[in-house]
């Protein structure tokens, strides 16, 4: 009795808050705690643009003032380098915050949200946080499947999040295909076209990062981060581009004071720094495949890499034997490397390494190649 008394009187956690499986985040340190290379959370190895850490820098004298809450320079900054309408940017604590807020505005309990198969980690969260119902839709081949998407559409589909290209697979889904999945889709479902890596793509004719899309139609929210190519993952920052009620919705969810003055500073001048982003995107071209053709020779053990379009390459172990993810991953962090073992996503046979500088990439590779040897 009395521990029923006891149970009774605590506080209940929400049914849906107890659901949700916690976001894991790229490790920093190895297993016995020393520093490492962290190749684990696809940041730029180039660190933030030095025109930015001035910019934070210059505005710390000042943080006893609360930040602007409507993020002005910021969102004028962003409007500018993509010729959009200021007041349809939403600016995020990171763009994880971004996609919290079209969660929270556009779906709750009883609602289902459709995401693929391996999608990025934060969209379940999202959905479950507001009580709403992950639905997770088969890929093919680490591709995103336009037909089973549509397929899975009912009645109660009021999202779906796509990471175009995606995180972990790196695989891109081109333009027609957005078009007809966004095409398939009932207007009363939000498409939420994530494109954290699109400016890894700069200039591909056959991809979209779907912002003409959100630019016309009513139902497409396009996400964006300067945490990858901006080398800004610390700071948070990211913004959403929508169509003007979609931002106002996700406006009112917003906390009033949600980006710090320093990291909008370091934003805005990041963003100007155009040969930071060039240098950062042909690195890691040159890098990526590099490093995918260096492991390719791995293929004759059962190795596969997919292959990607965004700052990291996803491999697949063999189903059976001692060569596998679990197996690279420990080798690999015993080297000081550390990489994405994906069993967060229930992906146990497959591993992400991120592309990190010249001689990180080529010290990754020889790693995992002097282990594969080891391995009979
Ligand atoms: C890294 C990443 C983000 C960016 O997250 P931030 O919160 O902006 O740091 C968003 N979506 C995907 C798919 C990512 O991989």
Redesign the pocket.
């Known amino acids: 009795m009395e521990t029923a008394t006891n149970i009774a009187a605590a506080p209940r956690v929400n049914p849906w808050v107890d659901q949700i499986a916690a976001y894991v985040p790229g490790k920093a340190l190895t297993s016995d705690g020393r520093p490492a290379i962290k190749l684990s959370?696809?940041e730029n190895p180039f660190g933030p643009p030095p025109a930015a850490i001035d910019a934070m820098a210059a505005t710390l004298p000042n943080a006893h003032r609360y930040p602007d809450g409507s993020a002005t320079a910021l969102r004028a900054a962003i409007a500018a380098r993509y010729d959009l309408e200021p007041a349809r940017i939403v600016c995020?604590?990171?763009?994880?915050?971004?996609?919290q807020f079209a969660a929270t505005a556009f779906a709750g309990p009883e609602d289902e949200v459709l995401m693929t198969q391996f999608?990025?980690s934060?969209y379940p969260i999202a959905a479950r946080r507001v009580g709403a119902t992950p639905v997770v839709v088969p890929e093919r081949e680490y591709v995103a499947d336009v037909d089973a998407l549509l397929a899975a559409v009912t009645p109660r589909t009021r999202m779906l999040f796509l990471?175009n290209p995606?995180?972990?697979t790196g695989t891109v889904l081109p333009r027609a295909e957005i078009e007809r999945l966004h095409a398939g889709l009932p207007p009363t479902v939000l498409f939420v076209h994530?494109s954290?890596?699109a400016e890894y793509l700069e200039g591909e004719a056959d991809y979209t990062d779907g912002i003409d899309l959100a630019r016309r139609a009513p139902n497409v929210l396009v996400?964006r981060?300067?945490?990858?190519i901006h080398g800004l993952?610390g700071a948070?920052?990211?913004w959403g581009y929508g169509p003007a009620p979609v931002i106002a919705a996700m406006d009112k969810v917003r906390g009033p004071f949600n980006l710090t003055t320093d990291a909008m500073a370091g934003a805005v001048a990041a963003l100007a720094d155009i040969d930071h982003a060039g240098r950062s995107r042909a690195h890691n071209l040159e890098w990526r495949a590099w490093l995918r053709a260096e492991l390719a020779g791995l293929g004759n053990r059962g190795v596969r890499v997919i292959p990607s379009a965004?700052n990291f390459l996803m491999l697949e172990f063999p189903e059976t034997g001692a060569l596998t993810a679990e197996g690279a991953f420990k080798a690999l962090m015993a080297a000081g490397y550390i990489t994405r073992w994906l069993v967060p996503q229930g992906m146990v046979r497959n591993l992400r390494i991120s592309i990190g500088t010249e001689a990180e990439t080529r010290g990754v590779a020889a790693a995992l190649r002097g282990w594969v040897e080891t391995v009979g």
């Open positions: 959370a696809n995020g604590a990171g763009s994880d915050e971004v996609l999608a990025f934060v990471a995606n995180n972990p994530d954290a890596y996400t981060t300067f945490s990858k993952g948070r920052v990211g965004a």
